[in-house]
């Protein structure tokens, strides 16, 4: 059969969350179905490294879908058009993107819908768009899939959508995210902190990431603990950081924060494995990749009670209020000074870690892809 896909966010280069969860689940998918024949539409130049198998046809359709305006045209006018030309047998998408103007079977992944929720933090017609279209996509689509139990909830509640319509999908982490060597860590901290220890935060910077709290936390935590600690902040700056930058202003301690802009895959593992923990804070999150990296690297987690990170972390993560820069601090100071804390929550991550595997991921959403191809067959 001739499976269409949206892979307009499989860019090597750029790889974000669900870019991550494209690409890892698009390689092993195409590769295990050599029976079906994989389009994959792009809307600008792709990278033969994307190009997984020969089964797979790469498509160029354009306008690229860098604004709102663009992404309508995209998706109502050239998605249509494209998957009648092709002979499509089912639309997937990985982005939460379907189109409302074709009639092929589809299947939509919703990772999460953090803009009915904290819709100021996008910029006003990207909020409006997905404040609109979202619903209708998640109500057109033959079948959904998302990728933690909190969302689903959220989807189901707020979009009006049969829970029996949505498949979980966990996400997984790379295995290339390792523990290193005590030695290769004190290289890392000599080059990022000048060999002091350190928190790592590992994400995309914007206000629903709460970058402004984890700082106010962190000047609070060296005012009470005056060991040398540093912040690695690990990510690329979106939008709306001014906030952010105001508070870095007026911090005493703002030389103590190290911005690292994005990271190669290898660098990251290594700063991340090299941290004290991973201070992950965020308001809203559907999952929270950087949580299964953090085990998966063998050091603790600090993580916000909210939304799913509870779910995915389970025991192997203490827990804070993003909302109260002292409930951080307060969580700091615990993996910092309670003896035996450190080593428990990485023991019980290695176990909760293998939950989370792109393969698992890959199996359980082709299953979702074979449900509907079975009964449109």
Not at 211 to 236: D, Q, T
Not at 302 to 320: K, M, R, W
Request: aromatic fraction near 14%; proline fraction near 6%.
């Amino acid at each position: 059969m001739k499976i269409a896909v949206n892979t307009r966010l499989l860019m090597p280069d750029k790889l974000d969350g669900i870019g991550w969860f494209t690409f890892e689940t698009l390689r092993r998918i195409v590769r295990d179905h050599p029976e079906h024949t994989f389009y994959f539409i792009f809307d600008r130049k792709y990278s033969e490294e994307v190009i997984f198998s020969d089964n797979v046809v790469p498509v160029v359709l354009f306008p690229p879908t860098r604004h709102p305006f663009l992404w309508y045209a995209w998706f109502e006018l050239g998605i249509p058009r494209l998957l009648k030309k092709i002979g499509a047998d089912l639309f997937l998408s990985t982005d939460g993107f379907v189109s409302l103007h074709s009639h092929i079977p589809s299947v939509n992944v919703i990772h999460d819908i953090n803009f009915e929720h904290r819709p100021k933090d996008l910029p006003f017609w990207s909020r409006k768009f997905y404040r609109y279209f979202y619903p209708r996509y998640a109500r057109a689509a033959t079948r959904l899939a998302t990728v933690s139990e909190y969302s689903r909830r959220d989807i189901v509640n707020n979009y009006n959508v049969d829970e029996n319509k949505i498949d979980l999908v966990y996400n997984g982490a790379s295995k290339n995210f390792l523990p290193v060597t005590m030695a290769r860590a004190e290289e890392v901290q000599a080059k990022y902190t000048g060999g002091a220890p350190y928190f790592v935060f590992v994400g995309s910077i914007h206000p629903r990431k709460n970058i402004r709290n984890l700082l106010k936390a962190f000047e609070l935590f060296r005012e009470e603990y005056k060991s040398p600690f540093k912040m690695v902040i690990v990510g690329k700056k979106f939008f709306l950081t001014k906030a952010m930058e105001e508070q870095l202003e007026i911090m005493q301690h703002r030389e103590d924060v190290i911005f690292t802009g994005r990271l190669d895959p290898g660098e990251l593992n290594d700063v991340m494995a090299s941290a004290w923990s991973l201070t992950f804070v965020p308001f809203y999150e559907g999952f929270g990749i950087p949580l299964v990296e953090a085990m998966n690297c063998d050091i603790p987690i600090l993580a916000s009670n909210v939304t799913s990170l509870p779910e995915i972390a389970g025991d192997a993560a203490i827990y804070a209020e993003p909302e109260s820069p002292g409930s951080i601090r307060d969580g700091m100071i615990r993996i910092v000074k309670e003896q035996g804390l450190r080593e428990e929550l990485i023991k019980k991550g290695r176990v909760r870690r293998k939950l989370y595997s792109w393969d698992n991921t890959a199996r359980e959403l082709w299953k979702t892809i074979e449900t509907v191809l079975t009964a449109h067959a």
